[in-house]
């Protein structure tokens, strides 16, 4: 019979936050895939946990994968670790769950510590629709693109980034996004844990370039062309009505208005009947 591939989280400050499931599965398989073998050697010693490792980093991972799906078709059961958090978000280990999915190996997820699953929630930011766009690109031209990318998102945005570039990320962010609100958790589940809230331009006077630690960035879900039309919906009524008044007809002063507005004259006819009206 074939062997599992379990994707175990590991804390990413507080070895509290390793569960009792995931010691168990650490003790009970055969081989534990990790990223750096002496940093899970500590963690396992921690725990008296005794278990056969194998490196799968992001250098030999395509590599890794394919005798790592060996391994489970042999019937050797194998977790997935990787230095902190949960393996395959922004670390390695996508390729070897596409490759146990293509081999016909039961994957099983624990859940467990996520830095960005931690930050949005402490954030007080909206959570029914979450983007989690992982680390910025480091060059600013790159950088500023993505964001502009990011910026008709209708959602809380979640990003991860280095302290000796959350200075520069934030400015860019006001740059791209404007004034939102936004938080920053950094040091989550270690002893100078913190998140401060506050708009972007807040935050830009608390972190400069020496700014130290590990950071989640979250910004506020912005408002969409479309909801700022709407929110300008009665400017537009009253617009049209003034335009009719200086003789217009209520086409003209519709298809003037829209203009004015910068929208097509049929999305202003929809948001001034908005209501149904
Ligand atoms: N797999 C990890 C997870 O599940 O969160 C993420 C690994 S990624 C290589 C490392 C980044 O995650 C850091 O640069 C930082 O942005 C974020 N991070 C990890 N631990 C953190 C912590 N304790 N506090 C704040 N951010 C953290």
Known sequence: MAGTLYIVPTPIGNLGDLSPRAVETLRSVGLIACEDTRHTQ???????????????HEHNEQQRSAELVRKLESGISVALVSDAGTPAISDPGVPLVRAAHDAGIQVISLPGPAAFVAAEAASGLGTD???????????????????RECAEIPATLVFYESPHRIAASLADCLAVFGDRQASISRELSKLHEETLTGKISDLIKKFDAKAKGEFVLVIDRGKSKTAMAEKDTPDLKERVNALEAEGLSPREALKKAAKEAGISRSEAYRLMHIDGE
């Open 129 to 147: 629709a979450i983007f989690f766009g992982g680390f910025l690109p480091s060059r600013p031209g790159q950088r500023r693109k993505r964001l």
């Open 42 to 56: 500590k963690l396992l010693n921690h725990f008296g946990i005794k278990a056969e490792l194998i490196s799968y």
